[in-house]
């Protein structure tokens, strides 16, 4: 471990930089993730240079809070903490050869980045120079392959930078950059996964959840607001939307075929959801559905949940399978919530075999059959409970 001075971080991004024209508007949606990210410490300034942000800190007291925060802000590749070297490469190698000289380690690699090709040595000459230097006076092996240190050197803009940690980040598009949808939240696993995998594509998410209080208990309820809480550390901020659907399932359990009742509520809660959608100026709804993974995932069913609404339905998970969501779920932090047990208002009253290929006249005549369900549509949305959820570490 390098004794870091621990005041400047060097960020750096990937897919933005495929940009072009529209760079800049990503830029700064990233900026304002980050600043929103680390709200509440003391950070001079956070400016752009050549394709990464220098982000430069008041003091040191907060460090690795400041670091756990960056690796969730989506958009970062990957950052570092990293000192201010000088263009004089001699001193630059006496620079580098302090910081290591009391360091622990057998074999290095130097890894320089010129993106400033008017610097006069080549990328090759710079490591070679420092290399050679951490050679002969610390008595220590190259090895390109598997060394157990790399320092890395940063030549751009007549400016040097060099580290020897790397932090990865989670890379994909600014959250905000691409607009706002409705992601329908269970208290499951799968939900909170494709609401994270909307955000990576820079979407900013607002939740809806259904439940069937006061048929069922309240704990999907609250899980789907601790789930919604925790996913506010990618976003910063959340709109919950939290629906009763008792009274729809009510008049679908009373007048639908027992086999439907699954896709009729689903049929449902995505006419609400597109309600909310249209009120909160979003573009498209997202599921957590995966082919074949429930009795409601097939091909049949999905076709005709789907065609209630005019929005697009984005299913980020449609093509994965179980393992992978759940692996995702542990490295975003909603697996131990999505694993607590809930009534979910989706299970409420289905039959053991309910209708896995289902055929759209049948569904159509069913739901004829379902008394003034347009009127308690509009009420379920009116009486709908919303809450505002601002990140918090104390939500984690």
Same mark, same amino acid.
């Given at each position: 471990?390098?004794? =870091?001075?621990?005041?400047?971080?060097?960020?750096?991004?990937?897919?933005? +930089?495929?940009?072009?024209?529209?760079? !800049?508007?990503?830029? =700064?949606?990233?900026?304002?993730?980050?600043?929103?990210?680390?709200?509440?410490?003391?950070?001079?300034?956070?400016?752009?240079?050549?394709?990464?942000?220098?982000?430069?800190?008041?003091?040191?007291?907060?460090?690795?809070?400041?670091?756990?925060?960056?690796?969730?802000? $989506?958009?970062? &590749?990957?950052?570092?903490?990293?000192?201010?070297?000088?263009?004089?490469?001699?001193?630059?190698?006496?620079?580098?050869?302090?910081?290591?000289?009391?360091?622990?380690?057998?074999?290095?690699?130097?890894?320089?980045?010129?993106?400033?090709?008017?610097?006069?040595?080549?990328?090759?000459?710079?490591?070679?120079?420092?290399?050679?230097?951490?050679?002969?006076?610390?008595?220590?092996?190259?090895?390109?392959?598997?060394?157990?240190?790399? *320092?890395? $050197?940063?030549?751009?803009?007549?400016?040097?930078?060099?580290?020897?940690?790397?932090?990865?980040?989670?890379? !994909?598009?600014?959250?905000?950059?691409? +607009?706002?949808?409705?992601?329908?939240?269970?208290? +499951?696993?799968?939900?909170?996964?494709? @609401?994270?995998?909307?955000?990576?594509?820079? *979407?900013?998410?607002?939740?809806?959840?259904?439940?069937?209080?006061?048929?069922?208990?309240?704990? @999907?309820?609250?899980?789907?607001?601790?789930?919604?809480?925790?996913?506010?550390?990618?976003?910063?901020?959340?709109?919950?939307?939290?629906?009763?659907?008792?009274? %729809?399932?009510? =008049?679908?359990?009373?007048?639908?075929?027992?086999?439907?009742?699954?896709?009729?509520?689903?049929?449902?809660?995505?006419?609400?959801?597109?309600?909310?959608?249209?009120?909160?100026? &979003?573009?498209?709804?997202?599921? !957590?559905?995966?082919?074949?993974?429930? &009795? @409601?995932?097939?091909?049949?069913?999905?076709?005709?949940?789907?065609?209630?609404?005019?929005?697009?339905?984005?299913?980020?998970?449609?093509?994965?399978?179980?393992?992978?969501?759940?692996?995702?779920?542990?490295?975003?932090?909603?697996?131990?919530?999505?694993?607590?047990?809930?009534?979910? *208002?989706? @299970?409420?009253?289905?039959?053991?075999?309910?209708?896995?290929?289902?055929?759209?006249?049948?569904?159509? =005549?069913?739901? #004829?059959?379902?008394? #003034?369900?347009?009127?308690? %549509?509009?009420?379920?949305?009116?009486?709908?409970? $919303?809450?505002?959820?601002?990140?918090?570490?104390?939500?984690?």
């Amino acid at each position: 471990m390098i004794n =870091a001075e621990k005041k400047t971080i060097l960020i750096h991004y990937s897919e933005i +930089g495929v940009k072009k024209g529209n760079r !800049g508007y990503f830029e =700064a949606r990233l900026r304002d993730n980050i600043r929103k990210a680390l709200s509440g410490f003391s950070i001079e300034d956070i400016k752009m240079d050549f394709g990464r942000f220098i982000l430069q800190l008041s003091d040191n007291s907060s460090f690795d809070q400041i670091l756990s925060r960056l690796r969730n802000v $989506i958009g970062i &590749a990957h950052f570092s903490a990293a000192y201010p070297g000088d263009l004089n490469v001699e001193i630059l190698k006496e620079q580098i050869y302090e910081k290591l000289k009391k360091a622990e380690f057998k074999a290095f690699k130097i890894f320089t980045k010129r993106a400033d090709k008017q610097y006069p040595l080549t990328s090759i000459q710079v490591n070679q120079v420092v290399g050679e230097k951490i050679h002969k006076s610390l008595n220590k092996s190259v090895d390109l392959k598997n060394p157990d240190l790399i *320092c890395n $050197i940063e030549i751009f803009n007549k400016k040097i930078f060099f580290y020897f940690e790397r932090n990865e980040g989670i890379r !994909g598009l600014p959250v905000g950059s691409s +607009g706002k949808v409705v992601s329908l939240l269970s208290s +499951g696993i799968d939900s909170p996964v494709a @609401s994270f995998r909307m955000m990576t594509r820079g *979407c900013r998410i607002v939740f809806a959840h259904f439940h069937s209080f006061p048929f069922t208990d309240k704990s @999907s309820y609250h899980n789907a607001i601790k789930l919604a809480s925790e996913l506010t550390k990618f976003q910063y901020s959340a709109r919950i939307y939290l629906v009763s659907l008792a009274r %729809i399932q009510e =008049a679908i359990i009373l007048h639908g075929p027992a086999k439907l009742r699954l896709i009729l509520y689903r049929r449902m809660m995505l006419r609400i959801a597109e309600i909310i959608a249209k009120k909160e100026g &979003a573009k498209a709804l997202v599921t !957590g559905e995966s082919v074949g993974q429930v &009795a @409601s995932q097939t091909l049949e069913n999905i076709k005709a949940i789907n065609m209630v609404v005019s929005l697009p339905v984005l299913r980020p998970l449609i093509g994965v399978d179980k393992e992978w969501i759940i692996n995702q779920a542990k490295s975003i932090g909603t697996y131990g919530t999505s694993t607590e047990p809930y009534d979910d *208002c989706c @299970s409420y009253l289905v039959p053991k075999n309910p209708e896995t290929k289902a055929k759209l006249p049948d569904v159509l =005549a069913a739901e #004829n059959k379902i008394e #003034n369900w347009q009127e308690l %549509i509009k009420d379920a949305v009116r009486t709908a409970e $919303i809450l505002m959820l601002e990140y918090s570490e104390n939500n984690l």
